[in-house]
Every structure is written in structure tokens, then in C-alpha cells.
């Protein structure tokens, strides 16, 4: 790596840090990309070489956040234990404790997945297929071990189960609601779900 792209990189490096604290700090709307340039130290035409717009920015800053906590999974999941319902509850737990250090900027995560931008740059959180795998993949053991119905729509159970994840986050922005409040709202909504896709008998 040369020393223009050490640079770039140190720039890149500065700009995601600083973006990630004003989001949480001050709000995703609230935050400008003159700000994010002042707090990172570097010209705003610096930060609109690295990145195409302040959407981009927040992608990235979650990309990595989100990095992080997927590579904990990794280690953890294969460990979870009890019914399909109980695993699925605690994946969002760990989320939800996870991302309620930083909520403000999970909210604007979320606000993204309803911009009508299409930006190839832009994955908001409805477009997290990392999650998606997930619960699909432990819906599926669910089916193999016999306590998920084996005609159970999988993708839709996915879909629903995030839109209930992603909603319980409006208690933290209302409310100030903290991990275990919302983590208890999931495990009411994931055990009506959980109804609906037991065995028939």
C-alpha cells in the first residue's frame, strides 16, 4: 500500500469514527456532513471523495459495527440452547443489548430502510442478510429437530420477525427503553409467532 492510499485509508478510518459518534450523539438528520468532516479532521471534499453520500456513510459505519457483532455470533450460536422460540429469543436479546449502547444510531439504521433511495452504496437494515441467514438457519434446525412445522413459509417468518424486532425500538426512542424491556416485548411477540408455527397435530 502506497502513501496516498495509507492516507486515504487513515481518512476513511477517521471520517466512519467520527460519523458513528455524532449519529449517536446529535441524531443521523441532525448531523451534516461539514460536521463529520470538522469532528474527523478533514475537509468535507476529503469526505465526499470516500463516500458518496451521508447514507453511504452510515451504511459503512454500520457494516463494521454490525461486523463485530456477527463475528460474536459466530462463536456463540452453535452454544444456544431450548426450543426454536427460546433460541430465536435470545439472538435477539444479544442484539438488542448490543445495539442499545449506541441507540440513536441503530434508529437511524432503521430510518434508512424507508428512504426511497436505491443507492448500490446504501444497506439499510431490512436489507441485513446476515440476520436473515440466521434466523432462517435456525428456523430450519427448528423444522429438522420437529418443533417447526416443515411447511412453515421461512422467508416470511424471517420478514416478520425482524419488522417485530426492528419495532420494539420505538419504546427506546419514546421512552428510553432499555434492552431488557424490549427484549421482553420480543419474547412476547416471538412466542405468538411461535404458535403459529408449531406442528399440527
Known sequence: MGVRDEQKQATRERVLEAARDLFNETGYEETTIRAIAERAGVSVGSVFTTFASKAE??????????GDLYAEFDRVLPFLRGSTADRLCSIFAIHYEFETKRVRLFLAHIAASYSPSNDPGVTPYGRNERLSDMLEQVLRDGVARGDVRGDLDLPLTVEVLKACYASNYRMAAARGADAAEMSTAMDRQVALIAAGWAPRS
Open 57 to 66: 456513510v452510515l451504511s459503512h459505519v454500520m457494516e463494521r459495527r454490525l
